[in-house]
């Protein structure tokens, strides 16, 4: 039993760093504004492994390493957010980080089937993440603000989707 529980807290501290890592490069590889979030396969990992708590505990991480990036002005796109509304980019940031690690561990439980699960919760994560940050510019930013940024997002969205969906699956068969 003490050895699970080691076993686990290590992994949630490797899988922590290899967050802030890939984070921290991930904020120079952009599209526009905004960077492409390598991130989220780690997350969607951990949520299916250990379950949405543990997927929340790692989203966090990835939210406050955007926050951070945010507030040095390394992710542009977000320093400009954080400019007119710093306490709303704050609460998304962490927000979004949050539900793309705990939704997809929740329903990863759901789901019978653990080949499809792992796809669907490997969606899920960029699907939380972009969705929340545009419903967050929906209702908090100017609309010209939100549709400019809308272009821009909807591409790192797909690409972000399209890895996800793709290295999840065999990541997850590896460290299992």
């Keep these: 039993m003490k050895n699970e529980k080691t076993k686990k ?9 290899i967050v802030v890592v890939l984070q921290l490069v991930a904020t120079f590889i952009k599209i526009g504004s905004f960077p492409i979030t390598l991130t989220l396969v780690p997350v969607v990992i ?3 492994k250990y379950g949405p708590f543990e997927g929340g505990l790692m989203g ?14 390394a992710d ?8 007119v509304h710093p306490v709303h ?18 329903v990863y439980k759901k789901i019978n089937n653990k080949k499809a699960a792992i796809v669907v919760a490997g ?12 419903i967050f510019l929906i209702l908090f930013f100017d609309t010209a603000f939100a549709a400019a940024f ?12 399209v890895i996800n969906m793709l290295l999840a699956p065999g990541l997850l068969r590896i460290i299992k």
């Design 89 to 106: 980019t704050t609460i998304v940031c962490l927000l979004k980080g949050f539900l793309a690690g705990f939704v997809p561990g929740l």
């Design 150 to 161: 809308g272009l821009f997002i909807s591409i790192n969205f797909l690409i972000e989707l």
């Design 46 to 48: 951990i949520a299916a």
């Design 60 to 73: 966090l991480i990835f939210g406050a390493i955007v926050l951070a990036m945010v507030v040095v002005g």
């Design 76 to 83: 542009v796109g977000g320093a400009s957010m954080f400019a």
């Design 9 to 17: 807290l290590v992994t949630l501290a490797v899988f922590g760093a």
């Design 123 to 134: 969606a899920l994560a960029p699907i939380c993440n972009t969705g929340t940050l545009i």
